[in-house]
């Protein structure tokens, strides 16, 4: 069965660090995905990785996918308070193309 | 704006009532998927149409239906509520029905049970 795990669940940042989101997933997945969502609000797309050693780039995210190791990483450089928000990964089920979701990263940048 | 709508926005009802969420997709898409997210169970899918055909179960309840009219507007209807079912009940769409593109989520109702 198709696990996703995020961490951390919970990250408070200074503006202008470097940090890095993980997620991990249990089984085989065609392509991930990385959405946003503000407190209250709706969930924003970001990024959809589709193949190993995937990278793409958005501003100050960069979401990267290791196929091998079941791993997709959300970086965030040089934070700015507009990036505050919580971060969701999920996961394709290639049996029935459900999203598998992650438990989301609370993301903090302090000015 | 992802360009899915839902109504209501808000919702507060009592125990044992039913109410009907309603959704219509982006211009162009013809799957629309419902979604319920909650403090305790984070983000769960629950069921997909495509083209007025359920497509996809997840984890929904069996007081729990939902259908997608020929205009593709969908509706999710619950039923004999109970405190547990308050949640942000999300609406997505997406063009296709394999999942395998990105889904664009509506704005969201939110529903308490008192």
């Known amino acids: 069965e198709l696990k996703v795990e995020q961490n951390p669940l919970f990250l408070s940042m200074q503006e202008g660090k470097n940090y890095t989101i993980y997620c991990n997933y249990s089984t085989t997945s065609d392509r991930l995905y990385w959405y946003r969502q503000d407190p209250g609000k709706s969930l924003e797309s970001l990024f959809v990785?589709?193949?190993n050693g995937a990278v793409k780039q958005e501003g100050r995210l960069m979401a990267s996918l290791d196929t091998k190791a079941r791993l997709s990483t959300l970086h965030i450089t040089a934070a700015v308070h507009d990036l505050s928000a919580t971060y969701f990964c999920?996961?394709?089920?290639?049996?029935?193309?459900?999203?598998?979701w992650g438990a989301g990263t609370k993301l903090i940048i302090k000015p | 704006d992802s360009g899915v709508t839902q109504t209501p926005k808000h919702l507060i009802t009592a125990t044992g009532q039913r109410v009907t969420l309603r959704c219509s997709p982006r211009s162009g898409d013809l799957s629309v998927y419902w979604y319920q997210q909650s403090l305790d169970q984070g983000l769960q899918f629950l069921i997909q149409y495509y083209n007025g055909e359920e497509r996809a179960k997840g984890n929904i309840l069996e007081r729990f239906s939902a259908q997608q009219f020929p205009d593709l507007h969908s509706e999710l209807n619950l039923s004999s509520l109970e405190l547990g079912d308050s949640a942000l009940y999300f609406c997505?769409?997406?063009?296709?029905?394999?999942?395998?593109?990105?889904?664009?989520f509506g704005p969201g109702t939110r529903l308490l049970v008192l």
């Open positions: 990785l589709l193949s």
């Open positions: 997505a769409s997406s063009v296709n029905p394999s999942g395998q593109e990105t889904q664009y």
């Open positions: 999920a996961a394709l089920r290639p049996s029935n193309y459900q999203l598998i």
